[in-house]
């Protein structure tokens, strides 16, 4: 959900149809524009703040797990030992993949875009799933159970297949983070790691409305159903103005790591090229992002662990730069792109990450609308040709 | 995009977090709101007038055809002869399904939703398709017919799967509207039922910021890619509120036909039991939908060619008690329900071919958002809980 540096200054602009220009554009974006009610989460921008039901983030990247964060965005409250036990054992229980989406899984193309794969199966798996169109609250709940378990199995299992290497069955005693590692890399982490990409999972699961969290919002609120939803946010969330930035980021710090210039002088001069520097500015937070604090840490933590602190390092004096010369902040985006390679994520596999946390999220919110819908359907300003003479295509 | 009689009075309302009342509810549903402009087309709601690009929804169902209005809402102005000739040859090329869509189509279990399989197969051609990821200009236009060209041969390849038919193959001389009522029935349509079926496509085809409209535009704002925009459009249509209306007018007039009772006691009942009569109204119109004008034309004409008025005089019946009792207008869903029944289309199938239609816009509203893109993410107003303080599992 995060912009560029330079996508604060877009604008649409369209000449309207009498030709004149005083007209001014209507608001583009919805940028500031309130379109519903929610108690899912809450950005405070100026103060750098996010909470959950509530709870601030720092809170709960200290002490919560991503299994108890999923059970408080979807229920608005802490599990006590019983739910945690039990959602924890759902989520185990739904994180086998149905024979059909495997099939399919392994039918796609190789070199397929890994969230294309992600939204068709997806997609697809509401066609084997008896719950599907229930839009009834027990209904809705096992799916966003069944939607969080499968994602992650998914792109691991997507990814094994395009690599030629066979699919993993998840381990019993792995929870939600530690076994996907593992699904994707065939070795379990280490408990650091298991517990880092835990917190990563629980930073990204939510943040208001964001365009993908809005699109599933303005699917169900047909009273369409969670699969369409969630698809519609999957492929919302691969653009490269939301889900894609860390991957830009990534890119960034592999031809600088290559290129061998010094990190300042290449920002420099992308800056003076006008190039977008991603992972840096928020359409919401004017300080820095909450998440930022935390990713930035396990950076670092991940740069010692292996012996290697060159990613870091770099990353830290890119954004001292950009702090110094254009007074802007890092974002979630910027030290999630050296936190997930530095635990052997593949670059294209970010965005497909980001889904496998934000699905938590999405389908809090695919419950909250559908638990008091209006339909969203806005209008737009007409700007186009009026009253033009249909001629027979004799006469053209 | 039509909503119901009684959606008109929905109104979100959530209790504020601190319990208070008095505070107004924001803007919910973006009801009025302006998201952007367009040029593609426009909707005067008090006159019941509708135009794309121009030029009035009357005159092209007069006097265009389904792919000539394809080529206005993607190229802005009518097409010559030789481009007339060119869009039709791309559609006629393009219709053929790749191979993995007729094998997944061909797996979908039989009671599958046909939407849900609409969603999943159009998501999955990307997979296979080279320009899937391209966004400029001259892919898109090709991707743009290549959706439109496929879409209607899945409809028809799926319920000719599920009713254990061979799956047939498009015909040279038939076009667009012909060769899906060919695929789909097994009998070449006469034409008239052909120039019926190809103005109902015309009719559908765009209507400014519809939610499923919306939703692609929200969705490629983020700078992804058609097929996403294209299968959160079919997700958000697939929701009864949406594309789901004509199928419950349907589904009421073979109620009426088999209680005997008459239409006008039936639906005071209805009425007084507070149920929404579905077919009438709209968030937009506010005289009649110029769309049904043509609709009920159609629909008595194919009552007198089959020799069998029932169905029109009891719609016909119907309009006029609602109108008289409720001062309310029919909808497009309404006289295009016993339509598509003439045309021996399945109920289950109104919103599929509802799809075929509008993918004609979608696609235009996927070209002209990323020709001049902004992000589309909105603001929620947070009315759940504050400041909680994270107590360990021990002390819940």
């Known amino acids: 959900m995060t912009g560029t540096s330079s996508s604060s200054k877009e604008q649409a602009r369209s000449p309207s149809a009498d030709g004149s220009s005083a007209k001014p554009a209507p608001a583009t974006g919805l940028e500031g524009v309130v379109v519903a009610q929610t108690s899912i989460s809450t950005i405070d921008g100026s103060a750098g703040k996010l909470s959950y039901r509530g709870y601030d983030i720092h809170d709960l990247a200290e002490h919560s797990t991503f299994e108890e964060t999923a059970f408080l965005l979807w229920e608005g409250r802490l599990p006590d030992r019983g739910e945690l036990e039990a959602v924890r054992r759902e989520l185990r229980e739904q994180r086998a993949l149905p024979p059909e989406a495997v099939a399919l899984l392994e039918s796609a193309p190789r070199q397929s875009n890994p969230m294309a794969v992600l939204r068709t199966i997806t997609s697809a798996i509401a066609l084997t799933d008896p719950d599907a169109d229930d839009n009834a609250q027990p209904a809705l709940r096992r799916k966003a159970v069944r939607l969080t378990a499968q994602l992650g199995p998914i792109v691991a299992g997507f990814h094994r297949h395009r690599q030629g290497a066979a699919r993993l069955e998840p381990r019993e ?11 994707l890399n065939g070795r379990e982490p280490t408990p650091e790691e298991a517990r880092i990409f835990d917190v990563c999972l629980i930073l990204h699961a ?8 809005f699109s599933a919002r303005v699917t169900v609120a047909t009273l369409s159903d969670i699969y369409s939803g969630v698809t519609s946010a999957l492929g919302t969330l691969k653009g490269s103005l939301h889900g894609g930035a860390n991957e830009a980021v990534m890119k960034m710090l592999l031809e600088l790591q290559g290129s061998g210039e010094s990190p300042e002088d290449a920002i420099r ?17 004017k300080t820095e992002d909450p998440r930022a604090t935390h990713l930035r840490r396990f950076s670092e933590e991940l740069g010692s662990q292996r012996g290697d602190g060159t990613l870091f390092e770099m990353s830290r004096r890119i954004e001292a730069f950009m702090r110094a010369e254009k007074d802007i902040y890092s974002n979630v985006d910027f030290y999630s792109a050296s936190t997930y390679y530095q635990l052997g994520i593949p670059t294209d596999l970010f965005t497909p990450i980001f889904a496998m946390s934000r699905v938590a999220g999405w389908t809090a ?21 009026r009253n033009l003479r249909y001629v027979s295509l004799e006469q053209r």
Not at 206 to 213: Q, R
Not at 270 to 276: A, T
Not at 365 to 383: C, G
């Open 173 to 183: 005693h792995l929870d939600y983070a530690g076994n996907f590692l593992y699904l």
């Open 206 to 213: 939510d943040h208001g409305f964001n365009a993908s969290t």
């Open 269 to 285: 001069r992308r800056l003076e090229r006008k190039e977008k520097i991603s992972g840096f500015g928020h359409r919401v937070y």
């Open 365 to 385: 919110h695919v419950m909250e609308q559908l638990a008091n819908n209006r339909l969203i359907r806005p209008r737009s300003e007409y700007v186009g040709e």
